[in-house]
């Protein structure tokens, strides 16, 4: 059971944004310290990336844990209620991102996904972007640091 009420839990939820959120503001932030500069939004491109480098073909995902429901992550667990819900809803979530992913590849384009909870730890953000930007992970279509924060991985 929600410990809110329905109209407060409403309130609450509808104040969640899609975009210029505090770790896409972040990630932002990391890119303009490090010199790239970037388009907002590519309404163009597959799933509207949060950031694009044209020049580079190279898109940034920016995503919740809980929204995307981001593996291995303590943020991305399940509500107690209206479980049935929350499981279809966030599961789309994820099934809408591997296609988003995979379209942009289609097209070309290499695709870094940034977790929220990896926008925590500046250094390792930082040196992450510096890498997915600088043209040497070109291993494939979509590049996520792997958990042990020592290599990168396919999806």
Known sequence: MDRVPQETRSAIMSKVRGRNTKP???VRSVLH???????LHGKNLPGTPDIVFPSRRAAI???????HQHPGCRKA??????????????????????ENVEALAAEGW????????ETKDMDLLSFKLDKF????????????WDSSYTTWRED
């Open 77 to 98: 667990s399940i509500p107690e209620t209206r479980r049935d819900f929350w499981l279809a809803k966030l599961q789309r979530n994820v099934d809408r991102d591997a």
């Open 33 to 39: 310290r490090l010199g790239f500069r970037f388009r």
């Open 61 to 67: 995902f920016v995503h919740g844990c809980f929204w």
């Open 24 to 26: 896409e503001m972040l």
């Open 110 to 117: 290499k695709v870094l996904t940034v977790w929220e909870c």
């Open 133 to 144: 930007l600088s043209g040497s992970t070109r291993r494939g279509p979509h590049l996520s």
